[in-house]
């Protein structure tokens, strides 16, 4: 069996899921990011997207982050944003809401965050 890693997804207010895993994917400002054990360390920011998560178990998360970051050392990875939101904490109306929203205001990262939620949404 390949190498595991342990992996935290943190909320401003929580810790929202944290455990073993086998595979991260994140989008960063350098582009999209796959870990998998022995990853070399690294330091990258975060910006709005999808972030999955293959648990050890074979269950696979995905969860809607907004910008932070996220550090990869000793295979532990943190993901730390202000805003997380796992698929079962989303509700589409709500989200679609929110991107309409922030259309209308020209809120570029808002409408970011709020896409994010809605592709949590499309693949889950």
Do not use: C, Y
């Not at 929580?14 to 073993?20: A, C, K, L, N, T």
């Not at 400002?29 to 999808?50: E, F, I």
């Not at 996220?70 to 796992?86: G, K, P, Q, Y």
């Not at 809401?97 to 949404?121: N, T």
């Amino acid at each position: 069996m390949a190498g595991t890693l342990q992996v935290e997804l943190v909320a401003a207010d929580r810790v929202v899921w944290s455990g073993e895993a086998v595979r991260v994917l994140a989008r960063t400002a350098s582009g999209d990011l796959g870990v998998l054990a022995n990853h070399a360390p690294l330091l990258s920011v975060l910006v709005p997207g999808v972030v999955e998560i293959e648990a050890t178990g074979g269950e696979r998360l995905r969860a809607a982050v907004g910008d932070g970051f996220l550090s990869v050392a000793d295979n532990r990875v943190s993901i730390l944003s202000e805003d997380t939101f796992l698929a079962d904490e989303i509700v589409e109306s709500d989200a679609r809401a929110e991107l309409e929203q922030a259309q209308a205001d020209g809120d570029d990262l808002a409408a970011q965050r709020a896409e994010a939620k809605l592709r949590v949404l499309q693949r889950s």
